[in-house]
């Protein structure tokens, strides 16, 4: 499953970021995830829920930022948003288009509690 390895080398990266601020846990986890990479949010949670427990993210929010397509066309440059599955140019129905947005995925930002002390 995409989902669960897309989550296990981002709690990795959570682990240690929050591991090197010294917090006693992580309580948010926000991504930013392209439409076109086809990650399922519910997925994600799932995930999250199976390989959390027994790190500092155990019992995190999860925040899902989606970015919309846009593409821009090779033949007249223009440039549109669009979905998951249609690309082709609204001006001149080309499909030779070049995807600026949509495929990103990565972490934005954690917050964390810290220790009591
Ligand atoms: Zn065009």
């Not at 591991?19 to 439409?35: E, K, M, P, S, W």
Request: hydrophobic share 40%; aromatic share 6%; charged share 25%.
């Amino acid at each position: 499953m995409h989902e669960f390895s897309l989550m296990q080398s981002v709690l990795e990266t959570v682990e240690g970021t929050a591991r090197d601020a010294g917090a006693a846990r992580v309580t948010v986890i926000r991504l930013v995830v392209g439409q076109m990479t086809e990650v399922v949010a519910d997925a994600m949670e799932f995930a999250l829920e199976a390989l959390g427990p027994g790190t500092l993210s155990e019992g995190a929010e999860l925040v899902l930022t989606n970015v919309e397509p846009r593409s821009r066309c090779c033949v007249c440059g223009h440039e549109f948003k669009h979905d998951r599955y249609h690309w082709s140019c609204p001006a001149c129905d080309s499909l030779a288009t070049e995807l600026l947005a949509g495929k990103e995925l990565y972490i934005d930002s954690i917050e964390v509690e810290e220790y009591n002390t």
